[in-house]
């Protein structure tokens, strides 16, 4: 390796790192304020709060490695072209696309890494950050409970007025409100002086011990002019046990099938193996649907119909309802009607079904796109942030962050449209996903064209001068010496 190309590099990988890692603490940060309510008042340990940030961080990648490679990339080459480092180097017949030879590999090398880390550690960060927020609770039960406000815990929610204890499991002035199965159901309400939770981390099991206490429960009155007067039961306890079960909750399990899939969890594999699954489930459901609702309106299948001229010799007349009496004709208007409004609620609910699976399959194509976009984002920002460096001329953290946030605005914002529009079907997954690519891929084009030909951003000369010989004639035809003659 040259000598140049290996200033090229350090000073390159340099920025790189310094921008990557203060970007990346400024989104940490965005994080911890996304989940402040998951974090604050419910008594959460270092080494808690600290798993919490460490399963959020890859998903971060994605965001911070563009924008990283995209302002590292204007400051390094806008400082070479301000220091006038690049006039040395065209002087002696090096040109940009040379300068940019080793960059161009270890970026290539840079998207393959981003590549794997999309597909492998971002799935299983994904998958760690989702058991550990529905685990948190069974890890330190008392957490799932914060002072002064109700919390949703299993099928109760409960409030408290104040905890203590070394875990936060003593607590005082406890309300509980038991979650009605069903509309008119039984409504229970539990307050207690003071109670304690005791929980087993092997166990899904929350046991909640209140003292001194009383309920009050409706009571739903069969006759329905009983239900005014609003009948309820009252009892006190001095000490009532409630189990409150939290492994719907808090499950916890090494199966990514138990989990609610995502597919945010699953890498390049896994997406093409569901999406096969999605999409031979979509495709059955909709044989089986046509095939129901033609036995339902009475079409059968062109291969089962058997023709004989001898049995249809007799031709039915134009109005079939002719052949029915005033009273037969309304039974078989109604029973028409009702068919048919039957037959079109079916339509229309298995219309919204088909749809909501094909939004799924949608999100899952986005999800599998993505992986190869992060790692196409990384060269596309190097093309657009190298030579947009040596044509502004300018290094620092002044005009290079302009440019860098407004490129990567447009970026994000492209990509985003592109992928809600995609998941809803208003465009294909794979063009909602490269759309940004795509618009910005001839910006790129175009830097790199006019860097390479010592051309500016826009010339300005061509909007300039004739405005500039506009006002010189208007100048001279209003000058004082023509005034006086």
Same mark, same amino acid.
């Given at each position: 390796?040259?000598?140049?190309?290996?200033?090229?590099?350090?000073?390159?990988?340099?920025?790189?790192?310094?921008?990557?890692?203060?970007?990346?603490?400024?989104?940490?940060?965005?994080?911890?304020?996304?989940?402040?309510?998951?974090?604050?008042?419910?008594?959460?340990?270092?080494?808690?709060?600290?798993?919490?940030?460490?399963?959020?961080?890859?998903?971060?990648?994605?965001?911070?490695?563009?924008?990283?490679?995209?302002?590292?990339?204007?400051?390094?080459?806008?400082?070479?072209?301000?220091?006038?480092?690049?006039?040395?180097?065209?002087?002696?017949?090096?040109?940009?696309?040379?300068?940019?030879?080793?960059?161009?590999?270890?970026?290539?090398?840079?998207?393959?890494?981003?590549?794997?880390?999309?597909?492998?550690?971002?799935?299983?960060?994904?998958?760690?950050?989702?058991?550990?927020?529905?685990?948190?609770?069974?890890?330190?039960?008392?957490?799932?409970?914060?002072?002064?406000?109700?919390?949703?815990?299993?099928?109760?929610?409960?409030?408290?007025?104040?905890?203590?204890?070394?875990?936060?499991?003593?607590?005082?002035?406890?309300?509980?409100?038991?979650?009605?199965? #069903?509309?008119?159901?039984?409504?229970? %309400? /539990? @307050?207690?002086?003071?109670?304690?939770?005791? &929980? *087993? $981390?092997? !166990?899904?099991?929350?046991?909640?011990?209140?003292?001194?206490?009383?309920?009050?429960?409706?009571?739903?009155?069969?006759?329905?002019?009983?239900?005014?007067?609003?009948?309820?039961?009252?009892?006190?306890?001095?000490?009532?046990?409630?189990?409150?079960?939290?492994?719907?909750?808090?499950?916890?399990?090494?199966?990514?099938?138990?989990?609610?899939?995502?597919?945010?969890?699953?890498?390049?594999?896994?997406?093409?193996?569901?999406?096969?699954?999605?999409?031979?489930?979509?495709?059955?459901?909709?044989?089986?649907?046509?095939?129901?609702?033609?036995?339902?309106?009475?079409?059968?299948?062109?291969?089962?119909?058997?023709?004989?001229?001898?049995?249809?010799?007799?031709?039915?007349?134009?109005?079939?309802?002719?052949?029915? #009496?005033?009273?037969?004709?309304?039974? %078989? /208007? @109604?029973?028409?009607?009702?068919?048919?409004? &039957? *037959? $079109?609620? !079916?339509?229309?609910?298995?219309?919204?079904?088909?749809?909501?699976?094909?939004?799924?399959?949608?999100?899952?194509?986005?999800?599998?796109?993505?992986?190869?976009?992060?790692?196409?984002?990384?060269?596309?920002?190097?093309?657009?942030?190298?030579?947009?460096?040596?044509?502004?001329?300018?290094?620092?953290?002044?005009?290079?962050?302009?440019?860098?946030?407004?490129?990567?605005?447009?970026?994000?914002?492209?990509?985003?449209?592109?992928?809600?529009?995609?998941?809803?079907?208003?465009?294909?997954?794979?063009?909602?996903?490269?759309?940004?690519?795509?618009?910005?891929?001839?910006?790129?084009?175009?830097?790199?064209?006019?860097?390479?030909?010592?051309?500016?951003?826009?010339?300005?000369?061509?909007?300039?001068?004739?405005?500039?010989?506009?006002?010189?004639?208007?100048?001279?035809?209003?000058?004082?010496?023509?005034?006086?003659?």
């Amino acid at each position: 390796m040259k000598i140049l190309d290996k200033y090229l590099l350090k000073t390159f990988s340099f920025t790189f790192t310094t921008v990557f890692v203060i970007l990346f603490f400024i989104f940490i940060l965005q994080t911890v304020w996304l989940f402040i309510s998951e974090l604050a008042g419910k008594d959460l340990d270092l080494i808690l709060v600290v798993k919490f940030l460490l399963f959020s961080m890859p998903r971060i990648i994605p965001l911070v490695l563009p924008l990283s490679v995209l302002l590292a990339s204007i400051m390094t080459f806008g400082n070479l072209a301000e220091n006038y480092e690049f006039a040395a180097m065209k002087s002696s017949g090096i040109s940009l696309q040379r300068a940019m030879r080793v960059l161009i590999i270890f970026i290539f090398i840079l998207s393959i890494v981003a590549f794997w880390f999309a597909n492998n550690v971002i799935p299983y960060a994904e998958y760690k950050f989702v058991n550990f927020r529905k685990n948190i609770a069974q890890a330190k039960p008392a957490m799932a409970i914060a002072e002064g406000q109700f919390n949703d815990v299993g099928t109760y929610n409960i409030k408290v007025n104040k905890k203590s204890g070394e875990n936060g499991n003593i607590l005082k002035g406890v309300t509980i409100h038991e979650k009605a199965n #069903n509309v008119g159901e039984n409504k229970t %309400v /539990i @307050k207690a002086k003071d109670g304690e939770l005791i &929980s *087993n $981390e092997k !166990s899904s099991i929350l046991k909640l011990v209140l003292n001194d206490g009383y309920y009050y429960q409706d009571v739903t009155p069969k006759k329905y002019e009983d239900r005014a007067k609003l009948p309820f039961i009252k009892g006190a306890f001095k000490k009532h046990i409630i189990n409150i079960d939290l492994s719907e909750l808090n499950k916890v399990d090494d199966s990514k099938e138990s989990i609610a899939g995502t597919n945010a969890m699953l890498n390049v594999n896994e997406l093409r193996y569901t999406l096969d699954s999605l999409n031979k489930n979509m495709d059955n459901e909709i044989v089986s649907f046509s095939e129901n609702i033609n036995q339902r309106v009475g079409i059968r299948k062109s291969s089962t119909l058997v023709t004989d001229k001898k049995k249809n010799k007799k031709t039915l007349p134009s109005d079939l309802l002719s052949l029915y #009496n005033n009273k037969q004709k309304i039974d %078989v /208007i @109604k029973m028409a009607s009702s068919n048919v409004t &039957s *037959n $079109e609620y !079916s339509i229309e609910s298995t219309q919204k079904d088909l749809k909501d699976k094909q939004r799924e399959i949608n999100k899952h194509l986005t999800a599998l796109y993505e992986k190869f976009v992060i790692a196409f984002a990384c060269f596309l920002m190097f093309f657009i942030g190298a030579p947009l460096g040596a044509i502004i001329r300018k290094g620092g953290l002044g005009l290079p962050i302009v440019f860098a946030v407004l490129i990567f605005i447009t970026f994000h914002f492209i990509n985003t449209f592109g992928k809600r529009l995609s998941q809803e079907g208003g465009m294909t997954p794979f063009l909602g996903s490269w759309m940004s690519s795509f618009i910005l891929s001839p910006l790129a084009i175009l830097l790199t064209y006019r860097a390479t030909n010592d051309n500016g951003l826009i010339n300005f000369d061509a909007i300039t001068t004739p405005i500039s010989q506009v006002f010189q004639k208007i100048s001279e035809r209003f000058s004082p010496a023509q005034n006086k003659e």
